[in-house]
């Protein structure tokens, strides 16, 4: 059982380029999250999606767009990459939005914008 | 605004035990999560309070006081293998979850 899948799992990007970082769950779950972690920060939230075709903005959407043609799929788009986009970026699932349960990571993608 | 607060590192030695606090000001609460990750890795699940009390799941428990706005981390039997940082998240009103900067725990041996 693969869980959740992120790909690339490291990128070096030039500013100014568009990047899609993928992400693919095989739980059958509703709800997807796409966050960032940064040294002496907490997981941020960027944004999330509750149900398929349906997205909703986290704590820092800007900058990002996401997308959720099926409860499988729901990658992270940035449109023109800014140095302040260098993270670690983490997909997570549960089993729905309101859910009280846990979530489920990804393995992070790492994210260098030069 | 919403804050989540845990010590930035902590120290402990094999074999002992180690208690890990947070506490958090939300707006509402639906629940508390502790999440473990080491270096490099996804976060995994530890322990959910929703609650008053404390949870017990092996050599971890998890205490919640919601008065208090204060929960902590016990961990028991220390090992190395524990050596990760430790993230601290509240599910506000909205279903949110508001995620402490996380702990990091280093045992020595």
């Known amino acids: 059982i693969a869980g959740i899948t992120q790909a690339p799992t490291s990128q070096i990007l030039a500013a100014g380029r568009r990047m899609t970082l993928r992400c693919t769950q095989d739980m059958r779950h509703n709800a997807m999250y796409w966050y960032r972690q940064d040294l002496g920060l907490g997981l941020r939230l960027i944004h999330y999606s509750n149900t398929a075709g349906t997205t909703g903005k986290g704590e820092v959407p800007d900058g990002y767009s996401v997308s959720r043609a099926n409860t499988d799929d729901f990658p992270l788009t940035l449109a023109s990459a800014v140095p302040s986009q260098t993270s670690v970026y983490f997909c997570?699932?549960?089993?729905?939005?309101?859910?009280?349960?846990?979530?489920?990571f990804g393995e992070g993608s790492r994210l260098t914008v030069l | 605004g919403q804050n989540i607060d845990q010590p930035t590192e902590m120290t402990a030695t094999e074999g002992a035990i180690v208690q890990i606090n947070c506490t958090y000001q939300t707006s509402g609460f639906n629940g508390l999560f502790w999440y473990q990750q080491h270096a490099g890795e996804a976060p995994t699940f530890l322990s959910y309070?929703?609650l008053d009390g404390l949870e017990e799941k092996g050599r971890f428990s998890s205490f919640l006081s919601r008065s208090k706005g204060y929960s902590y981390l016990l961990l028991k039997e220390l090992q190395m293998k524990d050596s990760a940082s430790y993230l601290c998240?509240?599910?506000?009103?909205?279903?949110?979850?508001?995620w402490g900067a996380g702990t990091k725990l280093i045992i020595k041996p």
């Open positions: 998240a509240v599910k506000d009103s909205n279903y949110q979850l508001i």
């Open positions: 309070n929703v």
């Open positions: 997570a699932s549960s089993v729905d939005g309101a859910n009280t349960g846990e979530l489920f």
